[in-house]
């Protein structure tokens, strides 16, 4: 099955930095990579998705870069704001099963 | 967006009794929610998979006949958690996948999650 690694496990900025965020996936027939936002006691919000037929994928303060070839991607939060503070989650589908997640990073965005 | 609402938002019962969540999609249609359940602290773990009008198919490990899904119609999922124990407080999360956007069969959206407390 699809193996999914995300780091960092924690991350924390300056208000106005950029954070970034890495998966590794490892089933090469994946094509599908979202990127979900959860705050506490809440289900996941997602923010941004990406297919494996572009290469980059941008909104607003938020981008996603994909890298098929070395199966990576990666979340990219520019001008951080603390409200952007929370656990966020990667994933990985097929179109067939279900989306497999990574571990989450939780980002504290420092005032 | 995709609405999913889940009901209730948050249950408390004493231990051997069953409860009951319910998953809506609100604005679209889903042939498959899935259900997802989440320690403190920890990410996303897959129980089973529900599809409209047949059987859920459930992860290893996941007892079927302790969760019950039942998948009735396009917008109503429902899980049941039978003798509940307190090993089963856990925050329940349904996704559902939006049926309406065609080709982009991997998109779900999550419910808000219902947080179980068993006495």
């Known amino acids: 099955g699809e193996n999914v690694e995300q780091h960092p496990s924690t991350l924390s900025v300056q208000e106005g930095d950029s954070a970034v965020i890495k998966c590794t996936y490892s089933?090469?027939?994946?094509?599908?990579f979202p990127w979900y936002k959860q705050e506490l006691g809440k289900g996941p919000q997602l923010i941004i998705d990406?297919?494996?037929?572009?290469g980059e994928k941008k909104d607003q303060r938020i981008a996603v870069t994909l890298n098929k070839t070395a199966k990576h991607f990666s979340l990219h939060i520019t001008e951080t704001q603390p409200e952007d503070s929370a656990v966020y989650f990667c994933?990985?589908?097929?179109?067939?099963?279900?989306?497999?997640f990574g571990s989450g990073t939780r980002l504290q965005v420092q005032p | 967006g995709a609405v999913v609402s889940q009901h209730p938002s948050w249950v408390i019962c004493k231990s051997g009794t069953s409860v009951k969540i319910e998953c809506r999609s609100l604005d679209f249609q889903a042939t498959t929610m899935f259900w997802y359940r989440q320690f403190p602290k920890q990410s996303l773990m897959l129980m089973a998979t529900s599809n409209e009008g047949s059987k859920a198919t459930y992860e290893q490990g996941v007892e079927k006949d302790k969760f019950l899904i039942n998948h009735a119609s396009l917008t109503l999922s429902t899980l049941t958690v039978t003798s509940a124990h307190p090993e089963d407080s856990s925050f329940y999360i349904c996704s559902a996948r939006d049926l309406e956007r065609g080709g982009e069969t991997d998109t779900q959206y999550f419910g808000p999650g219902t947080r179980l407390t068993v006495l």
């Open positions: 994933a990985v589908g097929d179109g067939r099963r279900a989306l497999t």
């Open positions: 990406i297919r494996s037929n572009v």
């Open positions: 089933d090469s027939a994946s094509n599908y």
